[in-house]
Protein backbone atom coordinates (compact mmCIF):
# COMPACT_ATOMS: atom_id res chain seq x y z
CA UNK A 1 0.00 0.00 0.00
CA UNK A 2 0.84 3.25 0.24
CA UNK A 3 3.15 4.92 2.39
CA UNK A 4 5.22 8.07 3.99
CA UNK A 5 8.66 7.43 5.64
CA UNK A 6 9.49 9.98 7.55
CA UNK A 7 13.59 11.11 8.58
CA UNK A 8 14.71 11.24 11.36
CA UNK A 9 12.79 10.05 14.26
CA UNK A 10 14.39 12.27 16.58
CA UNK A 11 16.56 15.62 15.95
CA UNK A 12 18.38 17.49 18.55
CA UNK A 13 19.67 20.89 17.54
CA UNK A 14 21.37 23.84 20.15
CA UNK A 15 19.03 26.50 20.03
CA UNK A 16 19.35 29.22 17.40
CA UNK A 17 20.30 26.45 14.79
CA UNK A 18 18.07 24.84 11.93
CA UNK A 19 16.23 21.81 11.92
CA UNK A 20 15.68 19.85 8.63
CA UNK A 21 12.89 17.04 8.66
CA UNK A 22 12.58 14.99 5.70
CA UNK A 23 9.90 12.87 3.94
CA UNK A 24 9.29 10.54 1.02
CA UNK A 25 5.57 9.83 -0.16
CA UNK A 26 4.89 6.71 -2.69
CA UNK A 27 1.70 7.38 -4.40
CA UNK A 28 2.35 9.76 -7.15
CA UNK A 29 -1.22 10.92 -7.42
CA UNK A 30 -0.80 12.80 -4.01
CA UNK A 31 -0.74 16.48 -4.25
CA UNK A 32 -1.15 18.06 -0.90
CA UNK A 33 1.63 18.06 2.14
CA UNK A 34 1.00 19.50 5.26
CA UNK A 35 2.95 19.21 8.73
CA UNK A 36 1.50 19.14 11.73
CA UNK A 37 3.13 19.95 15.30
CA UNK A 38 1.81 18.22 18.48
CA UNK A 39 3.54 19.58 21.62
CA UNK A 40 3.35 17.12 24.16
CA UNK A 41 0.14 16.46 25.79
CA UNK A 42 -1.67 18.49 23.04
CA UNK A 43 -3.52 17.67 19.95
CA UNK A 44 -1.95 18.06 16.58
CA UNK A 45 -1.88 21.55 14.57
CA UNK A 46 -0.97 22.15 11.30
CA UNK A 47 2.11 24.23 10.84
CA UNK A 48 2.32 24.78 6.93
CA UNK A 49 0.81 22.97 4.31
CA UNK A 50 1.76 22.96 0.36
CA UNK A 51 0.68 21.87 -3.03
CA UNK A 52 1.97 20.13 -5.82
CA UNK A 53 1.70 22.98 -7.99
CA UNK A 54 4.30 24.84 -6.17
CA UNK A 55 7.67 23.97 -4.82
CA UNK A 56 8.18 26.16 -1.79
CA UNK A 57 6.49 28.13 0.73
CA UNK A 58 7.40 30.11 3.82
CA UNK A 59 5.43 31.29 6.86
CA UNK A 60 8.14 32.75 8.92
CA UNK A 61 10.58 30.84 10.56
CA UNK A 62 9.19 27.54 8.68
CA UNK A 63 9.50 26.68 4.83
CA UNK A 64 8.07 23.34 3.08
CA UNK A 65 9.90 22.27 0.25
CA UNK A 66 8.37 19.48 -2.45
CA UNK A 67 10.41 17.64 -5.08
CA UNK A 68 7.42 15.80 -7.08
CA UNK A 69 10.02 14.31 -9.39
CA UNK A 70 11.58 12.64 -6.21
CA UNK A 71 8.38 12.76 -4.78
CA UNK A 72 10.15 14.18 -1.10
CA UNK A 73 9.47 17.05 0.86
CA UNK A 74 11.05 18.64 3.35
CA UNK A 75 10.28 20.95 6.29
CA UNK A 76 12.68 23.57 7.29
CA UNK A 77 12.82 25.60 10.79
CA UNK A 78 15.27 28.46 11.43
CA UNK A 79 16.54 30.14 14.13
CA UNK A 80 14.85 27.10 16.88
CA UNK A 81 13.37 28.56 19.86
CA UNK A 82 12.43 26.13 23.00
CA UNK A 83 8.89 26.15 21.61
CA UNK A 84 9.87 24.65 18.59
CA UNK A 85 10.36 21.31 20.93
CA UNK A 86 7.35 18.93 19.76
CA UNK A 87 6.66 15.91 17.66
CA UNK A 88 6.06 16.89 13.71
CA UNK A 89 4.41 15.15 11.58
CA UNK A 90 4.25 14.95 7.66
CA UNK A 91 1.68 13.69 5.59
CA UNK A 92 0.78 13.10 1.86
CA UNK A 93 -2.56 12.85 0.42
CA UNK A 94 -3.89 9.86 -1.27
CA UNK A 95 -6.71 9.19 -3.81
CA UNK A 96 -9.34 12.01 -3.96
CA UNK A 97 -11.68 11.47 -1.08
CA UNK A 98 -9.60 14.18 1.59
CA UNK A 99 -7.79 11.29 3.38
CA UNK A 100 -4.16 11.34 4.12
CA UNK A 101 -1.16 9.07 4.79
CA UNK A 102 1.02 10.18 7.87
CA UNK A 103 4.78 9.42 8.06
CA UNK A 104 5.83 8.60 11.81
CA UNK A 105 6.50 11.16 13.36
CA UNK A 106 9.90 13.33 14.14
CA UNK A 107 10.38 14.18 17.89
CA UNK A 108 12.31 17.68 17.88
CA UNK A 109 14.52 18.96 20.91
CA UNK A 110 16.14 22.04 21.56
CA UNK A 111 19.24 22.31 23.38
CA UNK A 112 19.40 25.23 25.53
CA UNK B 1 -13.33 29.25 15.81
CA UNK B 2 -13.21 25.42 14.92
CA UNK B 3 -13.87 23.34 17.98
CA UNK B 4 -13.74 19.93 17.85
CA UNK B 5 -15.00 17.70 21.06
CA UNK B 6 -13.89 14.25 22.57
CA UNK B 7 -16.42 12.96 24.92
CA UNK B 8 -13.61 11.73 27.35
CA UNK B 9 -9.99 12.11 28.24
CA UNK B 10 -9.26 8.99 29.63
CA UNK B 11 -11.11 5.80 29.21
CA UNK B 12 -10.55 2.62 31.44
CA UNK B 13 -12.44 -0.68 30.01
CA UNK B 14 -12.56 -4.54 30.65
CA UNK B 15 -12.11 -6.82 27.63
CA UNK B 16 -14.76 -7.88 26.37
CA UNK B 17 -16.53 -4.73 26.66
CA UNK B 18 -18.92 -2.47 24.07
CA UNK B 19 -16.99 0.47 24.04
CA UNK B 20 -18.25 4.00 22.27
CA UNK B 21 -16.34 7.06 21.67
CA UNK B 22 -18.23 10.24 20.04
CA UNK B 23 -16.51 13.35 18.57
CA UNK B 24 -18.37 16.37 17.93
CA UNK B 25 -17.62 19.43 15.91
CA UNK B 26 -18.88 22.66 15.42
CA UNK B 27 -17.72 23.79 12.24
CA UNK B 28 -20.45 22.33 9.46
CA UNK B 29 -17.39 20.26 8.36
CA UNK B 30 -18.33 17.59 5.91
CA UNK B 31 -15.40 15.10 6.69
CA UNK B 32 -14.49 13.16 9.84
CA UNK B 33 -11.90 10.73 10.84
CA UNK B 34 -10.99 8.12 13.58
CA UNK B 35 -7.24 7.95 13.89
CA UNK B 36 -5.52 5.62 16.32
CA UNK B 37 -1.64 7.35 17.84
CA UNK B 38 0.38 4.99 19.10
CA UNK B 39 4.56 5.48 19.91
CA UNK B 40 6.53 5.65 16.49
CA UNK B 41 3.67 4.90 14.21
CA UNK B 42 2.55 7.79 13.90
CA UNK B 43 -1.32 8.70 12.89
CA UNK B 44 -3.69 5.70 11.79
CA UNK B 45 -7.03 6.18 9.74
CA UNK B 46 -9.29 3.72 11.23
CA UNK B 47 -12.27 5.29 9.45
CA UNK B 48 -13.52 7.92 7.84
CA UNK B 49 -16.63 9.70 6.85
CA UNK B 50 -17.92 12.60 4.13
CA UNK B 51 -21.00 12.17 4.55
CA UNK B 52 -23.93 12.11 7.17
CA UNK B 53 -24.51 7.90 6.91
CA UNK B 54 -21.12 7.40 4.53
CA UNK B 55 -18.52 5.67 6.28
CA UNK B 56 -14.76 3.99 4.45
CA UNK B 57 -12.72 1.63 5.99
CA UNK B 58 -9.07 2.99 6.74
CA UNK B 59 -5.96 1.42 7.08
CA UNK B 60 -6.93 -0.19 10.11
CA UNK B 61 -10.47 -1.10 10.81
CA UNK B 62 -10.61 -4.28 12.05
CA UNK B 63 -12.47 -4.39 15.73
CA UNK B 64 -13.87 -1.19 14.91
CA UNK B 65 -17.01 0.03 13.30
CA UNK B 66 -18.43 3.89 13.36
CA UNK B 67 -21.48 5.69 13.02
CA UNK B 68 -22.34 8.83 11.42
CA UNK B 69 -26.07 9.93 12.27
CA UNK B 70 -25.77 13.83 12.43
CA UNK B 71 -23.14 15.91 10.24
CA UNK B 72 -21.48 16.96 13.41
CA UNK B 73 -21.45 13.77 15.47
CA UNK B 74 -18.98 11.45 14.43
CA UNK B 75 -19.07 8.20 16.71
CA UNK B 76 -16.31 5.33 16.95
CA UNK B 77 -17.42 1.68 18.53
CA UNK B 78 -15.07 -1.09 19.55
CA UNK B 79 -17.92 -4.05 19.58
CA UNK B 80 -15.53 -6.16 22.09
CA UNK B 81 -12.66 -4.32 23.15
CA UNK B 82 -9.45 -6.08 23.71
CA UNK B 83 -6.03 -5.45 24.89
CA UNK B 84 -4.22 -4.34 21.91
CA UNK B 85 -6.82 -1.56 20.92
CA UNK B 86 -5.67 0.13 24.43
CA UNK B 87 -4.09 3.84 22.31
CA UNK B 88 -5.07 7.06 22.01
CA UNK B 89 -7.79 8.08 19.92
CA UNK B 90 -7.99 11.06 18.23
CA UNK B 91 -10.66 12.49 15.65
CA UNK B 92 -10.63 15.05 13.34
CA UNK B 93 -12.54 16.84 11.06
CA UNK B 94 -12.03 18.73 7.53
CA UNK B 95 -13.68 20.52 5.38
CA UNK B 96 -14.21 19.80 1.40
CA UNK B 97 -14.41 23.37 -0.10
CA UNK B 98 -11.74 23.59 -2.78
CA UNK B 99 -9.87 20.29 -2.33
CA UNK B 100 -8.13 19.23 0.60
CA UNK B 101 -7.92 21.18 3.98
CA UNK B 102 -6.65 21.43 7.32
CA UNK B 103 -7.60 18.61 9.59
CA UNK B 104 -8.24 19.76 13.11
CA UNK B 105 -8.46 18.01 15.82
CA UNK B 106 -10.17 16.87 18.72
CA UNK B 107 -8.06 16.41 22.40
CA UNK B 108 -8.12 12.81 21.98
CA UNK B 109 -9.18 9.84 24.28
CA UNK B 110 -6.66 7.83 25.71
CA UNK B 111 -8.22 4.24 25.92
CA UNK B 112 -6.69 1.66 28.16
CA UNK B 113 -8.12 -1.93 27.93
CA UNK B 114 -7.17 -4.00 31.29
Known amino acids: GENVEQHPSTLSVQEGDSAVIKCTYS??????FPWYKQELGKRPQLIID???NVGEKKDQRIAVTLNKTAKHFSLHITETQPEDSAVYFC???????????WGAGTKLIIKP | DVKVTQSSRYLVKRTGEKVFLECVQD?????MFWYRQDPGLGLRLIYF???????EKGDIPEGYSVSREKKERFSLILESASTNQTSMYLC?????????????FGPGTRLTVL
Open chain 2, 49 to 55: SYDVKMK
Open chain 2, 92 to 104: ASSSSAGGHNEQF
Open chain 1, 91 to 101: AASIGSNYQLI
Open chain 1, 27 to 32: DSASNY
Open chain 1, 50 to 52: IRS
Open chain 2, 27 to 31: MDHEN
